[in-house]
């Protein structure tokens, strides 16, 4: 089905219309069109227009009110002021365009594809292998699946991307220790498969460093297995699949948890680059772009400088020959644009990273691998801190295990939803998925709901509770809806444009008609905070309609009844879409 273009969308282009035959001297002028407290909508433009031809703005105003068409959807416009028109739109084009939207076919409610679509190659959720994920893997693997659904939902392709720590010095020591200790990766029975997974690696880990710390000769023989591993010695190699392979298990089992799906053709790590970096080091060199600096080849900047004021360089292969972070996010950046065709790059990473990914993005624009048809954009985020304001930690000071975080939210939603059982009437299972929907719906709706740059608190009594600017808020209100449509009986929503609505509906109908133009603002500046915003207010909206708005009372007609059903029905399969596109579920009973 075809777009349905949004109230605003409609009412600027015949301002804008208006503006041209009144003002034909004028040119093409924006008639700076936003929401107001005294109409629908209020239009600025003409007081610039005005300085501009020299004329009385509201003699200006009114030629461009003359020129309105008539009827349809402007109910009333009053000028106001220098030149301000306040404008309210006739009941029936708010509901003939809900309707118009309840009716796509496709289950995109009328929302359009952007014309503009590219390829978007989005870097996120990014663990290390052999490592427990922490605390501080959350909001990019949070950020990171709700910009993805958000983008591809707008018609951009997306490709994923997580770039996970499967290289390095370490792997020299896990390797060695378990040629010598053939059976450290067996699992110990009684645990899961993703928590036998993790036990077993942080074992061997630590089995491993203490025999590092302490014996000269492992040490030896460790190193000389690193350099082994880079020249791609078989055994070497498979052994490093192994940890590969054990770490992806205890990946999934996480991901699996915070309700999001990584396939296993999107994991591409560090070693992934391997092949391209001496290449990469080599076209940089040749170019110019680097130099060699004290053995080292490096790219120097400008504005980039140490305490000392001498310049601070990127360095991309270092003195003995090894290569740095610098020369796999270059192969990267190369073999996405290159091969994967990519017009757009975003980093979903830590923002204490943001000098590193400029220098990189720079150094890669010098190179020629981004220009003005290939751009980057590093989606830096925030700590997630304690309640008492510092970065989150155990009571040992501890960095936060990140499944530790996830199972006590869903033991506090599952006592919340379990609290209110018995009056919707939920049987044992649907206590224990809904716990589970609603702990980590929590648990994303507070990192989404805060604008990624920011920091946030983790405070597991705030994120489920059931009033305020919450998840669960927003969960419960699409569960409300639900109930009274299975309490309608006979009744069924139906939209009647010739009713005359209330102000709750009014105002209730003009907040879902934004949904459109609030998804493709999130998606042009990978801001799903945004999204979280537009749909707490659609919540509250609900909230308010229902205090002043009865949908089955016996007193009213039927047609009012149905095109209230509607209105509820509607807000409904926004908020499901809405939330679905953060990655959080919304029940059905709650």
């Known amino acids: 089905m075809a777009s349905v273009p949004s109230l605003a969308s409609t009412l600027q282009q015949q301002l804008a219309d208006a503006l041209t035959a009144a003002l034909p001297d004028a040119g093409a002028a924006d008639p700076l069109l936003r929401r107001s407290d005294r109409a629908d909508f209020q239009a600025n433009g003409i007081l610039a227009l005005a300085k501009k031809l020299k004329g009385n703005p509201r003699e200006l105003a009114a030629q461009v009110t003359a020129a309105l068409p ?43 594809l952007k014309d503009d679509a590219g390829t978007t190659v989005i870097d996120y959720a990014q663990p290390n292998v052999a490592k427990e994920m922490h605390v501080g893997h959350l909001r990019s693997a949070v950020i990171g699946d709700a910009v993805v659904r958000i983008l591809e939902f707008t018609g951009e392709r997306v490709v994923r991307r997580h770039h996970i720590g499967d290289w390095g010095t370490q792997f020299g020591m896990l390797i060695q220790y378990l040629i010598e200790h053939p059976d450290a990766l067996k699992h110990e029975g009684g645990t899961s498969d993703g928590e036998a997974a993790m036990s077993t690696l942080n074992r061997v880990y630590k089995e491993s460093r203490v025999l590092f710390d302490s014996d000269e000769e492992f040490k030896a023989r460790s190193r000389d297995r690193v350099v082994a591993l880079q020249a791609g010695d078989p055994e070497t190699l498979e052994l490093w699949h192994r940890f590969v392979d054990e770490s992806k298990i205890y990946f999934h089992s996480v991901f699996d948890k915070l309700d999001m799906v990584i396939a296993d053709p999107d994991i591409v790590g560090e070693s992934g680059y391997n092949d391209m970096l001496e290449e990469t080091c080599r076209i940089l060199e040749e170019t110019g772009v680097a130099v060699r600096s004290e053995g080292a080849l490096c790219v120097f900047f400008d504005d980039v400088k140490g305490p000392d004021g001498n310049k601070v360089p990127l360095i991309v292969k270092k003195t003995n020959g090894g290569y740095g972070y610098a020369a796999t996010d270059l192969s990267a950046i190369r073999n996405r644009v290159r091969d994967l065709k990519a017009d757009t790059l975003v980093y979903v990473v830590d923002a204490r990273q943001s000098l590193h990914f400029k220098m990189v993005f720079e150094t890669a624009r010098r190179a020629g691998w981004l220009n003005e048809d290939v751009k980057a954009v590093q989606l830096a985020f925030g700590t997630v801190l304690g309640k008492d304001g510092k970065p989150f930690k155990t009571r040992e000071g501890e960095t936060v295990r990140l499944e530790d975080l996830l199972d006590e939210a869903v033991t506090r939603a599952t006592a919340v939803v379990r609290d209110k059982a018995d009056k919707v009437g939920l049987s044992e299972d649907e206590i224990v998925e809904n716990g589970r929907y609603v702990g980590i719906g929590a648990v994303k709706y507070a990192d989404l709901s805060t604008s990624a740059v920011r920091d946030y608190k983790f405070d597991l009594d ?80 609900l909230t308010t309609f229902y205090d002043q708005c009865q949908v089955l009372s016996p007193d009213n007609a039927p047609e009012v009844v149905e095109n209230r059903l509607f209105l509820v029905e509607l807000t409904a399969r926004t908020l499901h879409q809405g939330m679905a596109l953060l990655g959080i579920r919304t029940p059905e009973r709650l």
């Not at 739109?89 to 509901?95: F, H, P, S």
């Open 462 to 541: 705030q994120m489920v509770a059931l009033h305020g600017d919450t998840s669960v808020y927003l969960q419960y209100a699409y569960a409300r809806v639900q109930s009274i449509l299975r309490k309608a009986g006979d009744a069924v929503p139906a939209a009647h444009p010739e009713l005359e609505l209330a102000p709750a509906e009014r105002a209730l109908g003009l907040h879902l008609d934004q949904f459109g133009e609030v998804l493709a603002e999130v998606g042009a500046g990978y801001e799903p905070h945004k999204l979280a915003a537009y749909l707490y207010q659609l919540a509250s909206h």
């Open 70 to 112: 008539a009827g349809g959807l402007i109910k009333d416009i009053e000028v106001s002021g220098p030149g301000f028109l306040n404008v309210t739109l006739t009941d029936r084009a708010i509901v003939e365009t809900l309707a118009a939207r309840a009716a796509d076919g496709e289950g995109r409610l009328g929302v359009p």
